[in-house]
């Protein structure tokens, strides 16, 4: 049944978000996808919200909070920081690539929790540096394979058969954005080796151009490598101020929730815990009237993306050591 599901999503990113989304949301231009006027803020649904958000935060940390000393420190501690980066890239990356074209959000997801993760990785491996060693050009082309190789994806899908999220038939075909994640770490991370797109004719290897070839993510990804050590180190999103430019007064609350959801992270001992969290997260914003339907799917890339970077970090770091990777 699981691969059923992933191959309903085989065709692509960029035909899920659009039947996920809908045309009434198109947007040309580098433009925030966000329109929403309301001042989030004195909506006292979303103080409901952020409430509901907290209590499963505190659900978690009951299981375990005599476990720990404090919860998640050391190795785990490790693994979920990396984590929460990887989810604030995919959520933010969403953002930048809707804001280039509304059609693009889900590639940027891809390539925004990649960025971030594999930054992480690196700045862990030299933390005096201040910025990062990262291969452009191959980190790119490695994005850009992986959009275009649906077996590879379908391998991928397989092989975190520990993630189980319960998003409902609807949102099946999202999964792809965690599959596409943990696929570009492992090439970029796993060897040296240069890897081309298949199909350059792939929808989702167009979207892909389309985005690097922005202004946008020109300037956000030099901002990113010249200030890597800064950014990586603040595990707030929503006061991460290299991430000004995609938050606005009617969509702050979603950088609320990010940040609320990482901090769920670090309570976590496990898969069970990390599926746990995503599944009673998602529930709570599906349920919600008032977040805009693109803005629940830019959240729902940030969560699907740390449930697979969960499980791809706890399978490829050793306790023995403390070390990832």
Same mark, same amino acid.
């Given at each position: 049944?699981k691969?059923?599901?992933?191959?309903?999503?085989?065709?692509?990113i960029?035909?899920?978000?659009?039947? *996920?989304?809908?045309?009434?949301?198109?947007?040309?231009?580098?433009?925030?996808?966000?329109?929403?006027?309301k001042?989030?803020?004195e909506?006292?649904?979303?103080?409901?919200?952020?409430?509901?958000?907290?209590?499963?935060?505190?659900?978690?940390?009951?299981i375990?909070?005599?476990?720990?000393?404090?919860q998640?420190?050391?190795?785990?501690? #490790?693994? %979920?920081?990396?984590?929460? @980066?990887?989810?604030?890239?995919? %959520?933010?990356?969403?953002?930048?690539?809707?804001?280039?074209?509304?059609?693009?959000?889900?590639?940027?997801?891809?390539?925004?929790?990649a960025l971030?993760?594999?930054?992480?990785d690196?700045q862990?491996k030299?933390?005096?540096l201040?910025?990062?060693d990262?291969?452009?050009?191959?980190?790119?082309?490695?994005?850009?394979?992986?959009?275009s190789?649906?077996?590879l994806?379908?391998?991928?899908?397989?092989?975190?058969?520990?993630? @189980?999220?319960?998003?409902?038939?609807?949102?099946?075909? *999202?999964?792809?954005?965690?599959?596409?994640?943990?696929?570009?770490?492992?090439?970029?991370?796993?060897?040296?080796?240069m890897?081309?797109p298949k199909?350059?004719?792939?929808?989702?290897?167009?979207?892909?151009?389309?985005?690097?070839?922005?202004?946008?993510?020109?300037?956000f990804?030099?901002?990113?490598?010249?200030?890597?050590?800064?950014?990586? @180190?603040?595990? *707030?999103?929503?006061?991460?101020?290299?991430?000004?430019?995609?938050?606005?007064?009617?969509?702050?609350i979603n950088?609320?929730?990010?940040?609320?959801?990482?901090?769920?992270l670090?309570?976590?001992n496990?898969?069970?815990?990390?599926?746990?969290?995503?599944?009673?997260? %998602?529930?709570?914003?599906?349920?919600?009237?008032e977040?805009?339907?693109?803005?629940?799917?830019?959240l729902?890339?940030?969560?699907i993306?740390?449930?697979?970077?969960?499980? %791809?970090?706890? #399978?490829?770091?050793s306790?023995s050591?403390?070390?990832?990777?």
């Open positions: 049944m691969k059923s599901k992933l191959m309903k999503a085989i065709c692509g960029l035909v899920t978000i659009t039947i *996920l989304i809908g045309v009434s949301c198109s947007n040309n231009g580098e433009n925030d996808i966000i329109s929403d006027s001042t989030r803020s909506n006292v649904k979303y103080t409901n919200l952020l409430s509901d958000l907290n209590a499963v935060n505190d659900s978690i940390k009951s375990h909070e005599n476990e720990l000393e404090p998640g420190w050391g190795w785990l501690l #490790k693994i %979920f920081r990396v984590v929460e @980066s990887d989810v604030k890239g995919a %959520f933010v990356g969403f953002q930048l690539g809707a804001a280039v074209h509304w059609l693009v959000g889900a590639v940027g997801a891809v390539v925004g929790g971030f993760s594999i930054g992480t690196l862990n030299a933390p005096a201040e910025s990062i990262l291969n452009r050009t191959r980190f790119e082309l490695i994005c850009q394979y992986v959009l190789d649906k077996e994806l379908q391998t991928t899908y397989d092989e975190y058969d520990d993630v @189980s999220l319960n998003f409902g038939n609807k949102y099946d075909n *999202l999964m792809i954005i965690g599959a596409s994640h943990n696929a570009c770490l492992k090439l970029y991370i796993g060897d040296k080796k890897y081309y199909d350059l004719d792939d929808e989702d290897v167009q979207k892909s151009l389309q985005l690097f070839d922005s202004s946008l993510y020109n300037n990804y030099n901002d990113f490598i010249i200030n890597s050590k800064s950014i990586l @180190s603040n595990t *707030l999103c929503n006061s991460n101020e290299y991430f000004r430019d995609f938050k606005n007064a009617s969509n702050i950088y609320e929730i990010i940040d609320l959801f990482n901090e769920g670090e309570y976590c496990n898969m069970t815990d990390v599926n746990s969290l995503v599944n009673s997260y %998602f529930k709570i914003i599906e349920d919600n009237d977040l805009l339907n693109e803005e629940k799917i830019g729902y890339c940030g969560l993306t740390g449930a697979y970077s969960a499980s %791809f970090w706890l #399978k490829n770091s306790s050591t403390d070390t990832i990777m």
